[in-house]
């Protein structure tokens, strides 16, 4: 099977692209579409931490461009959680279904689905939607198991690890605890 992998970060791609490759008739193939990453110099850091995962792993990633005033714009008089969180997530899924429905891909799935800090039911039905949208396989499977195994992976190649979500509104809510 041919997936596109969301990638929000390389330490939550760690676990999810080893799991989904244990399958030797999948082609994984990464997207890294983030436009909620802010600032600027954040979205880089984990974009090099990837790069450099990439180099490594044998992951293929494709970098779209994004705009983070889309993201903004998405979340405008809705920058609380949990409503932000889920125009967020939608966002990032909708641009990953529609490339990998144009790109000829089976399915498309998200290393969001590891991270035991978001919600995984609303992120699966979020991608079940899209998939139904755009008449695409979301690959859905909870990756949550793997989350410390990815951290510490990560921690051994010395690849950059945040401290937070990505957007503005979580990066303070981060430095308040």
Known sequence: MKILLHICCAPCGI?????????????????????????KEEYQRRRAALEQYSRTSGLEVIYPEC??????????????????????????????????????????????LISPYQDNLVIKTIGEDLAKRHDIKFYYRD????????????????LYRQKYCGCIYSLKESSRK
């Open 15 to 39: 676990y999810p692209f080893k799991e989904l490759l244990k399958d030797p008739s999948n082609h994984i193939k990464g997207f890294y579409f983030n436009p909620n990453i802010h600032p």
């Open 67 to 112: 705009n983070p005033d889309d993201f903004f714009k998405k979340i405008i008089n809705n920058d609380q959680r949990p409503s932000r969180c889920g125009i967020c997530w939608r966002m990032r899924l909708e641009e990953t279904a529609l490339a990998a429905a144009n790109d000829k891909f089976d399915a498309f799935t998200t290393t969001l």
């Open 143 to 158: 990756f949550r198991e793997g989350f410390r195994q990815s951290q510490n992976e990560a921690r051994d190649h010395n």
